[in-house]
């Protein structure tokens, strides 16, 4: 992680108080089977956005701030069929989404650009746990295979 992200995160952990984190959405597709045929290989994807607003409190206090991120993560399992004769294709196997609301309590004020980072880096580490748990349940309940949701390995430092 660079220097300045670094910076801006501490800013906003400095000015931030994490109160909740909310299921928003769920969703869950099983449109077929895995397939048995060696030839179809089974792939996992992911799926990640983070997107957040500042919301003011009421009327009687403008200190009353909060800042809501909304992380909607997702994973699939995917069956890629290469056989010679046919194009490539691939089919949905298993579909896993959700979305979460994680609430800040705005302690003081705080840059819009370190909320930002804050919001790629620190909600989408306090929701993983979450995440995991969800997926993991999902599997179970299902009786499906565990599909691997790997550690939360931060962001890409564009």
Not at 72 to 94: D, F, H, N, Y
Request: charged content about 30%; proline content about 6%; aromatic content about 6%.
């Amino acid at each position: 992680m660079k220097p300045e992200a670094r910076k801006l995160i501490k800013e906003a952990t400095a000015s931030l108080c994490l109160v909740d984190i909310v299921l928003a959405d769920a969703r869950f597709e099983r449109p077929m089977l895995p397939p048995e045929d060696p030839e179809e290989e089974l792939r996992q994807q992911y799926k990640r956005s983070v997107r957040y607003s500042i919301e003011n409190g009421n009327e009687a206090s403008d200190k009353e701030r909060s800042v809501n991120v909304t992380v909607a993560l997702g994973i699939r399992l995917v069956c890629q069929s290469e056989k010679k004769e046919e194009p490539k294709t691939e089919t949905v196997v298993i579909l896993i989404e959700a979305e979460y609301l994680a609430i800040y309590k705005m302690t003081k004020d705080v840059t819009d650009k370190a909320i930002k980072v804050f919001a790629r880096f620190n909600a989408v580490h306090n929701v993983w746990p979450f995440w995991r748990h969800h997926v993991f349940d999902i599997c179970q309940r299902a009786k499906l295979p565990i599909l691997n949701v790997p550690l939360m390995a931060g962001v890409s430092e564009d």
